[in-house]
């Protein structure tokens, strides 16, 4: 390679490097979508749960309206899963009470099942009355 040479590929080497970068660049100006295996209902059947208020040992204070009985259940399928709890239980309970249309749940009884069955190796079962309670506005 001689001196003229080198010269010439140095003069090169900026309009090499901005080409490439408008190619690389202009690659990125497609239109792109996000996709996510999460939909918007999904999101709102995990949440609902929380805006079912738990009474567990006292009554609600003031006017509610029984909406019906409720249940949910925590089932340990196989030793090396996670052991069942009342925790998971109560949370289905609320998540069923808000299938009902309910704001409260009154927790009546709660077990904790550690004799294995045919379906689980523990189980836990919570009971109770999905309720309405009044909304105040804000």
Do not use: W
Not at 17 to 42: H, K, M, R
Not at 54 to 80: D, I
Not at 123 to 128: D, H, K, P, R, T
């Amino acid at each position: 390679m001689t001196n003229s040479d080198l010269t010439t590929a140095l003069k090169m080497a900026p309009k090499s490097v901005l080409l490439l970068s408008a190619l690389l660049l202009g690659g990125c100006a497609g239109e792109y979508t996000f996709n996510s295996n999460l939909d918007g209902q999904a999101i709102d059947d995990y949440f609902k749960a929380g805006e079912v208020q738990l009474f567990q040992e006292t009554q609600p204070k003031g006017p509610y309206k029984l909406k019906g009985m409720v249940e949910g259940e925590s089932c340990q399928e196989r030793a090396q899963d996670v052991p069942a709890s009342v925790s998971e239980a109560r949370t289905m309970a609320r998540r069923a009470a808000a299938d009902k249309g309910a704001n409260g749940l009154i927790i009546k009884r709660c077990a904790l099942i550690e004799e294995p069955s045919k379906a689980c190796v523990s189980q836990a079962l919570c009971v109770g009355q999905a309720i309405l309670l009044p909304t105040t506005e804000k």
